[in-house]
């Protein structure tokens, strides 16, 4: 999946580690609370990659990046691998009817994004945080740059947490151990926003549109919840 770009009432913040460690595989915890922002998650990641936090001021796209980790270069070409956590809302009406159908609608999404896609892996024997999951890997070509992405994802209460990696494809497998410690370590705790849902009536009288959405996509907050 390409970069997602947050929109104009976004903001992101930019958290850098202190003290970047030399050490190969030193991990720091990452906490995005579920009582003050909804998402509910938990990871480790390497001490020496930078954070991107989006803040959540609302958005009517309903592809919500979480945090993002941009490992250091360490080539010429000065490209950062990115390892993304994001959560897809669906409405009453789209949610997916199992792992499969997710997988083949993500299939469809990237193969017409990037140019030249071409599948490695594909299957739904995956796990994510504990959970079923699927997962795609796949290479194409996106604004002239090649790229090689996994996408692993897992649905709850209709909703998908899902975590991608990229990187170039001469450097993908550089940090695939570091990669897969971070999705093992990957938690979604009780609370999240997939666990709670909200929805709305929403109208586009312009466009004739009459759905119920998920508030989330609305922009509008959501109630405080216990831990």
């Given at each position: ?29 990452y ?29 009517d ?30 409405d ?54 090649k ?81």
């Amino acid at each position: 999946m390409p970069l997602i770009q947050t929109s104009s009432s976004q903001t992101n913040v930019i958290i850098e580690s202190k003290n970047p460690s030399t050490v190969k595989d030193e991990f720091l915890g990452y906490h995005n609370n579920a009582t003050n922002t909804h998402y509910g998650i938990r990871m480790s990641y390497p001490t020496d990659w930078r954070i991107e936090e989006q803040a959540d001021s609302g958005s009517d796209d309903c592809d919500i990046s979480i945090v993002s980790f941009f490992s250091p270069s360490f080539n010429p070409s000065g490209y950062n691998s990115e390892f993304t956590v994001a959560l897809r809302l669906y409405d009453e009406e789209t949610i997916p009817k199992n792992l499969k159908e997710e997988l083949n609608f993500q299939k469809d999404i990237e193969s017409l994004t990037y140019a030249h896609f071409k599948t490695i892996e594909s299957d739904t024997h995956s796990t994510l945080a504990g959970y079923p999951a699927y997962k795609l890997v796949w290479t194409g070509e996106i604004d002239g740059i090649k790229e090689q992405i996994k996408e692993i994802g897992t649905i709850i209460n209709g909703d998908v947490y899902y975590i991608t990696y990229q990187a170039e494809p001469k450097t993908y497998s550089h940090y695939q151990s570091t990669v897969q410690k971070m999705i093992d370590s990957f938690k979604i705790e009780k609370g999240g926003v997939s666990q709670t849902k909200y929805f709305l009536p929403y109208e586009n009288s312009a466009y004739g549109i009459t759905k119920v959405t998920h508030i989330k996509c609305l922009g509008v907050t959501l109630p405080e919840q216990q831990p």
